[in-house]
Each structure stands twice: as structure tokens, then as C-alpha cells.
């Protein structure tokens, strides 16, 4: 093959690729003139997807048809009078009003103690016993008055005789009755020492009759009801104004709360009072504040508060813990209806009527209830028109729709 021959083949196949680029040029320019139809079909198609974006940009509202709209009944929020109520952490005290401390009139030794903590005792029972210098010489002091008071009581009537015999005149007659006098009374004072020291009645009687010492002397108790401390050991020397025992009665106890500084001045005396006890279950006391402190502890920055109950059954145990709710003052609030509260993540919400069967789903923030209605603090104002019957069904076709 000669060169010339190459030229003329490469030189074809030129043209024809030339050719070749001239066609497709010319499809793609037919083919033009169908391309503005496309935006008529991507506006079609993008009316659901706005419109389905529209129904989900407000999750909390849902909107019901006419007939179901009257399913649900609305009012508007109103103020109403309510009932304070505070609860107060509290603990059980023994009444102080029924409360004896009791010690030993003397100084002595403790040789033996006859009563411990949670014993029931009686008024005049025997708590310990101790032997003591001071009660030997009380006694002797007594022996000597009675020992003095008979002398002065046989010198008076030798004196009596004497002066019916003109032996002695009157004058003498008076000062020994005056010695007599003088002499009993001692005698009293030694009587009422040894009662001080602890002797009963009849022990004074039976010393003053025999002459025989006691070498003992009962601490007793001056009060009916049982024993809630004791610091008195065997061998022991007790000093007279040390508190051996305390014995109370517990048939009425306290029940002592504090308030933060800030509600003081939320509660008044004679305000009614509930108790809960955790140990008693459910069982309610009930009661009213007798006692309010002048002043603030400066530890806790509490006001110290107490009421009273009765404790027939001896169930209230001193130091158990307690709660008082404190009810009774009233004052004008914002509240709603409980059955228009919907509970959902750990928050309250009502469903605020926005339009004709239309409702929305707002948060609001309530205190504690106050019988059937739920105080509010924040979230609505007066006159909002609120779902106050079947919120819970309304909340479930807001779900439901929201699902969809």
C-alpha cells in the first residue's frame, strides 16, 4: 500500500465522524422543546409535601371535626379561694408540760437501780436506791425535835399544876408554853427535811416510834407514766439537782416541725393541722398548732412549730419522724380543674382552645392540689379557655394524629 493510499483512507474517516456529530446535534435540538413541562410536574407533586409539612410544624395542636368538637367541654380559667397547704418535716417529742425529771434530794451513793428506759411507773414508785451521810443526820436531827417536844410538852403541864398550887405564877406558865411551841415547830421542819430527802410517811412514823435508823433512801417518782431516760448507774454518787431519771406521760405527745424563715408568717395559732406518722401507716391525726416561736434559729433559719395529739394507744414514739400538713388559710389564686391537668414527661399541661375545634397543647406549672383544683402559678392567664372534661382523650387524638 502506498502512502498516497493512506492519506485517502484517513481523510474518509474524518468525514464521517464529522457527519456523525451533525446528527446527534440534531436530536438534541428536537428534543428541546419538551423541557418546560418539568416544573409543571415537580409543582404537582411538591403540593402534598408543603402540606404534610404544614400538619407537622405544631406537634401539640390537634384539630377535630365539628361533631367530635362537642365531645369536649371548655371554660374559661378562673380565680378561686384556696386553702393553703404546706407540709413541714416534723419529729415526735414527749410533752414537756407532762414531763418530770427526777433526782436525788441528798448526796449519796446509788446502790441499786430499779427502773429502765420504757418502763411504766407509777407516782411514789421507787426508782433507785442510795445510801447517803445526810439522810443519817436528818434522822438524828428529827429524834432530837420529837426527844425536845415531849420535854417541852411535860414541862408545860408540871407548870399548869404549879400555878393551880399558887406555887408559880403565870408568867412562868407562858414562857414554857412558848418553849412547847417553839419545839413543835422544830420538830415539823425535821419531819418535812426527811420528807424532802425521800422517806415516806410511814417510815417517819415507824422511826419516830422505834428509834431505829434507816440506812436507805428511795429515789421515787413523782409522776404516773414511763421512764425515757435514765443517767444513773450502780455506784454512782449522785448530787442533789442531778436528773437521774425522766418520766413522762405519753398519752399526749408534741409534734414539732420548722418553718423556713420566709412562711413564718403563713400560719397562725389554732391553725388545723394533719399529722402522718410513716410508722402508722395511714391513719391521719389531726390537730392545730399551739405553738409558734418569736424567734429564728439562726443554725437552720427555721421557725420552731408544734401541735399536740392524744396517743391513747401509746403508738407515737418519742423522736419518730413525722409530717404535718397545715391547712386552713385561704387565698385567691388562679386555679383549674384537676381533670383538665394532662400528665406527660414529668410535666402538667392543659389544652388551650386556639380556634373552633381546635385546641393546643400548653405547658403550665401548679402547686400541690387543693382539694379538686390545681392552683396556677404559671402558663395561663385569667379567662383562657382551657378543656376542662376529657383532656386525656383529647391528648390521645393528638397523639394519634401526630403518629399519622
Same mark, same amino acid.
Request: glycine share 6%.
Given at each position: 500500500?502506498?502512502?498516497?493510499?493512506?492519506?485517502?483512507?484517513?481523510?474518509? *474517516?474524518?468525514?464521517?465522524?464529522?457527519?456523525?456529530?451533525? @446528527?446527534?446535534?440534531?436530536?438534541?435540538?428536537?428534543?428541546?422543546?419538551?423541557?418546560?413541562?418539568?416544573p409543571?410536574?415537580?409543582?404537582?407533586?411538591?403540593?402534598? %409535601?408543603?402540606?404534610? $409539612?404544614r400538619?407537622?410544624?405544631?406537634?401539640?395542636?390537634?384539630?377535630?371535626?365539628?361533631?367530635?368538637g362537642?365531645?369536649?367541654?371548655?371554660?374559661? $380559667? #378562673?380565680? *378561686?379561694?384556696? $386553702?393553703?397547704?404546706?407540709?413541714?418535716?416534723?419529729?415526735?417529742? &414527749?410533752?414537756?408540760?407532762?414531763?418530770?425529771?427526777?433526782?436525788?434530794?441528798?448526796? @449519796?451513793?446509788?446502790? #441499786?437501780?430499779?427502773?429502765?428506759?420504757?418502763?411504766?411507773?407509777?407516782?411514789? #414508785?421507787?426508782? $433507785?436506791?442510795?445510801?447517803?451521810?445526810?439522810?443519817?443526820? &436528818?434522822?438524828?436531827?428529827?429524834?432530837? %425535835?420529837?426527844?425536845?417536844?415531849?420535854? %417541852?410538852?411535860?414541862? =408545860?403541864?408540871? %407548870?399548869?399544876?404549879? !400555878?393551880?398550887?399558887?406555887?408559880?405564877g403565870?408568867?412562868?406558865?407562858q414562857?414554857?408554853?412558848?418553849?412547847?411551841s417553839?419545839?413543835? /415547830?422544830?420538830?415539823?421542819?425535821a419531819?418535812?427535811?426527811l420528807?424532802?430527802?425521800?422517806?415516806?410517811?410511814? /417510815?417517819?412514823?415507824?422511826?419516830?416510834?422505834?428509834?431505829?435508823?434507816?440506812?436507805?433512801?428511795?429515789?421515787?417518782?413523782?409522776?404516773?407514766?414511763?421512764?425515757?431516760?435514765?443517767? =444513773?448507774?450502780?455506784?454512782?454518787?449522785?448530787?442533789?439537782?442531778?436528773?437521774?431519771?425522766?418520766?413522762?406521760?405519753?398519752?399526749?405527745?408534741?409534734?414539732? @416541725?420548722?418553718?423556713?424563715?420566709?412562711?413564718?408568717?403563713?400560719?397562725?395559732?389554732?391553725?388545723? !393541722?394533719?399529722v402522718?406518722?410513716?410508722?402508722?401507716?395511714?391513719?391521719?391525726? +389531726?390537730?392545730?398548732?399551739?405553738?409558734?416561736?418569736?424567734?429564728?434559729?439562726?443554725?437552720?433559719?427555721?421557725?420552731?412549730?408544734?401541735?399536740?395529739?392524744?396517743?391513747?394507744?401509746?403508738?407515737?414514739?418519742?423522736?419518730?419522724? *413525722?409530717?404535718?400538713?397545715?391547712?386552713?388559710?385561704? !387565698?385567691?389564686?388562679?386555679?383549674?380543674?384537676?381533670? &383538665?391537668?394532662? +400528665?406527660?414527661?414529668?410535666?402538667?399541661?392543659?389544652?388551650?382552645?386556639?380556634?373552633?375545634?381546635?385546641?393546643?397543647?400548653?405547658?403550665? #406549672?401548679?402547686?400541690?392540689?387543693? @382539694?379538686?383544683?390545681?392552683?396556677?402559678?404559671?402558663?395561663?392567664?385569667?379567662?383562657?379557655?382551657?378543656? =376542662?372534661?376529657?383532656?386525656?382523650?383529647?391528648?390521645?387524638?393528638?397523639?394519634? &394524629?401526630e403518629?399519622?
Amino acid at each position: 500500500m502506498t502512502v498516497t493510499h493512506l492519506h485517502r483512507i484517513a481523510s474518509l *474517516a474524518v468525514c464521517c465522524f464529522a457527519l456523525t456529530l451533525a @446528527g446527534c446535534g440534531k436530536e438534541d435540538t428536537a428534543k428541546k422543546p419538551a423541557a418546560p413541562a418539568a416544573p409543571a410536574t415537580s409543582s404537582a407533586s411538591s403540593a402534598p %409535601a408543603a402540606s404534610g $409539612a404544614r400538619k407537622k410544624s405544631d406537634p401539640m395542636e390537634v384539630e377535630l371535626n365539628a361533631e367530635m368538637g362537642k365531645q369536649f367541654r371548655v371554660e374559661a $380559667a #378562673q380565680m *378561686a379561694s384556696i $386553702a393553703i397547704s404546706q407540709k413541714v418535716v416534723g419529729r415526735i417529742e &414527749a410533752n414537756e408540760h407532762r414531763t418530770t425529771r427526777i433526782g436525788a434530794s441528798v448526796s @449519796g451513793r446509788v446502790l #441499786q437501780v430499779m427502773a429502765e428506759v420504757g418502763d411504766r411507773v407509777k407516782a411514789g #414508785q421507787a426508782l $433507785a436506791r442510795l445510801a447517803s451521810p445526810e439522810l443519817t443526820n &436528818a434522822q438524828l436531827a428529827y429524834l432530837r %425535835a420529837v426527844s425536845s417536844t415531849k420535854l %417541852a410538852e411535860r414541862s =408545860v403541864e408540871r %407548870a399548869q399544876q404549879l !400555878v393551880l398550887a399558887d406555887v408559880i405564877g403565870n408568867a412562868e406558865l407562858q414562857r414554857r408554853e412558848v418553849e412547847l411551841s417553839v419545839a413543835r /415547830a422544830e420538830l415539823r421542819a425535821a419531819s418535812d427535811q426527811l420528807r424532802l430527802i425521800g422517806m415516806a410517811p410511814a /417510815a417517819i412514823d415507824k422511826l419516830r416510834e422505834t428509834g431505829a435508823l434507816a440506812s436507805e433512801v428511795p429515789i421515787t417518782s413523782t409522776r404516773t407514766g414511763i421512764v425515757i431516760e435514765r443517767k =444513773v448507774s450502780q455506784g454512782q454518787v449522785a448530787q442533789p439537782g442531778d436528773p437521774l431519771f425522766t418520766v413522762a406521760d405519753l398519752s399526749n405527745v408534741w409534734v414539732v @416541725g420548722a418553718l423556713p424563715e420566709q412562711d413564718a408568717n403563713s400560719v397562725k395559732l389554732n391553725q388545723r !393541722v394533719e399529722v402522718e406518722v410513716a410508722a402508722l401507716g395511714q391513719q391521719v391525726l +389531726r390537730g392545730k398548732i399551739v405553738f409558734i416561736s418569736d424567734t429564728v434559729q439562726t443554725e437552720t433559719r427555721t421557725v420552731p412549730i408544734r401541735t399536740e395529739v392524744d396517743n391513747p394507744k401509746f403508738e407515737l414514739k418519742p423522736q419518730m419522724l *413525722a409530717t404535718l400538713r397545715l391547712n386552713g388559710l385561704f !387565698v385567691d389564686q388562679l386555679a383549674i380543674p384537676a381533670a &383538665a391537668v394532662v +400528665r406527660e414527661n414529668d410535666k402538667d399541661y392543659v389544652f388551650v382552645k386556639v380556634a373552633d375545634n381546635r385546641f393546643r397543647l400548653t405547658e403550665v #406549672q401548679l402547686d400541690p392540689p387543693a @382539694g379538686e383544683l390545681r392552683p396556677v402559678r404559671k402558663g395561663i392567664d385569667i379567662g383562657t379557655p382551657i378543656v =376542662v372534661d376529657g383532656s386525656f382523650h383529647l391528648n390521645s387524638q393528638r397523639k394519634r &394524629a401526630e403518629l399519622e
